[in-house]
């Protein structure tokens, strides 16, 4: 069987996040030249998800269904931390200090300040940079020889595709169940992540 030609390939998923622009073609061979670097970045990113999903937990605990979800959210993306960090024991590498993720940092300077504006934005950002992690991981599952590694970055591929459309539904929970303005906000955010990604370039990184 053939695999999928970029152009047939959703952007992100099945989900309600719709990327707006498709990553850089170049993305994918710098990944793969690159993989070492990419898998230390995987770790750092599943580790600064599952802490996302805690703070959520303890910022927002009385928005109905959040904590539950935030806390099976944390142990699904330690889990997925941990095996990540056995195949970097494998590979002979050490994670080493976070030097941040330039990409969520640019979301976030999206992010609103007032309370019930925050408090939407955060969670469509968490669907956005997952749509992003959907649509990264399916690549190198395409692109990748190992087949232990394809299966890896496919099953990830699948999680994050659930979790952004978990964090897309909390969002229009936190707007009070009508749709339309997280609709309207998420395309807002939406063009901004492209902007984001145009300004930060190529990296070997997950984003």
Do not use: N
């Given at each position: 069987m053939s695999r999928p030609t970029p152009d047939r390939r959703p952007l992100s998923g099945e989900g309600p996040v719709i990327l707006k622009v498709p990553s850089d073609p170049r993305w994918l061979p710098l990944a793969l030249e690159?993989?070492?670097?990419?898998?230390?970045?995987?770790?750092?990113?599943?580790?600064?998800a599952a802490a996302n999903a805690?703070?959520?937990?303890?910022?927002?605990?009385?928005?109905?269904?959040?904590?539950?979800?935030?806390?099976?959210?944390?142990?699904?993306?330690?889990?997925?931390?941990?095996?990540?960090?056995?195949l970097m024991a494998a590979r002979g590498l050490t994670l080493g200090r976070?030097?941040?993720?330039?990409?969520?940092?640019?979301?976030?300077?999206?992010?609103?300040?007032?309370?019930?504006?925050?408090?939407?934005?955060?969670?469509?950002?968490?669907?956005?940079?997952?749509?992003?992690?959907?649509?990264?991981?399916?690549?190198?599952?395409?692109?990748?020889?190992?087949?232990?590694?394809?299966?890896?970055?496919g099953e990830l591929a699948q999680s994050e595709d659930g979790h952004q459309s978990l964090f897309y539904r909390l969002a229009v929970t936190a707007a009070g169940g009508d749709e339309a303005p997280v609709r309207a906000r998420l395309d807002e955010l939406l063009d901004h992540e492209a902007g984001v990604l145009n300004r930060i370039g190529l990296r070997a990184a997950i984003h």
């Open positions: 690159r993989f070492d670097e990419v898998l230390v970045d995987h770790a750092h990113c599943e580790k600064k805690l703070s959520l937990l303890q910022v927002y605990p009385d928005l109905p269904g959040l904590p539950a979800q935030m806390a099976r959210l944390a142990r699904e993306e330690s889990a997925h931390l941990a095996r990540v960090l056995d976070d030097a941040g993720d330039p990409y969520a940092q640019g979301l976030q300077k999206a992010v609103r300040t007032s309370a019930e504006g925050r408090k939407v934005d955060r969670l469509l950002v968490a669907a956005v940079i997952e749509a992003r992690s959907c649509e990264r991981l399916s690549l190198l599952a395409e692109g990748l020889e190992d087949p232990m590694l394809r299966r890896f970055y």
